[in-house]
């Protein structure tokens, strides 16, 4: 297979057919990349490549997944900005009254966005207070995920201690017996944070995958 490194891929706007670029390839490593409690990780070589899109002429979003891409012998810069989580909260919006697919996927997708999101934006980058409204749809959106995306345990537990939940947590880190070997150092940290009252997302220097 040739990689041409001198073309773009192109979708287009649903909406208004206005054209985006995005660079052919991407190098990517995991060199430097920090991971996270809740799941995320992120690092100097880890381009964020988002499945939800905003159209910059007519501010509708819509996803990438969904539309047809082509490929042009041009190199033009990828305008694949990461979204704020203002604008990811406006995003769901409106995806949810247009539908998501019937196997939850795409609205997972962007639920876990939204929630690694609202830690970067609150806890993260720098330490902001947090509205009563903007707690609850925090904790609304780690439910849905816990209930209908999170296959791992020691995850189910880990967003229920960021959202509060400090009884349900111990709880299902108490049922977790014959799996919590497996995350040990990970779990200790939690089990602690959950005596202290402690919903903060924290760091994690020593990575086991734990997304979903």
Not at 57 to 71: A, D, F, I, T, V
């Amino acid at each position: 297979m040739r990689i041409d490194f001198n073309s773009s891929r192109v979708i287009t706007c649903p909406f208004c057919f206005e054209k985006k670029y995005f660079m052919n390839c991407l190098s990517c490593n995991d060199v430097g990349a920090r991971y996270w409690s809740d799941g995320k990780r992120n690092g100097p070589m880890l381009p964020e490549m988002s499945n939800v899109q905003k159209c910059s002429r007519c501010g509708k979003y819509y996803l990438r997944s969904r539309q047809q891409e082509q490929e042009v012998d041009d190199f033009n810069v990828s305008d694949d900005e990461p979204l704020t989580y203002q604008e990811l909260k406006e995003a769901f919006v409106q995806l949810s009254a247009e539908g998501f697919d019937e196997d939850g996927e795409e609205e997972a997708d962007i639920r876990f966005m939204l929630h690694y999101a609202h830690n970067d934006y609150y806890h993260r980058e720098e330490k902001r207070p947090v509205s009563e409204e903007e707690s609850k749809f925090f904790r609304d959106n780690a439910l849905w995920l816990i209930r209908y995306a999170i296959d791992k345990d020691i995850l189910k537990v880990e967003f229920y201690r960021e959202i509060g939940e400090f009884e349900m947590a111990q709880k299902c880190l108490d049922m977790m017996q014959d799996t919590r070997f497996l995350w040990e150092d990970f779990a200790n940290e939690i089990e602690r944070r959950i005596k202290e009252k402690d919903s903060e997302v924290f760091f994690v220097s020593r990575h086991k995958d734990r997304r979903r």
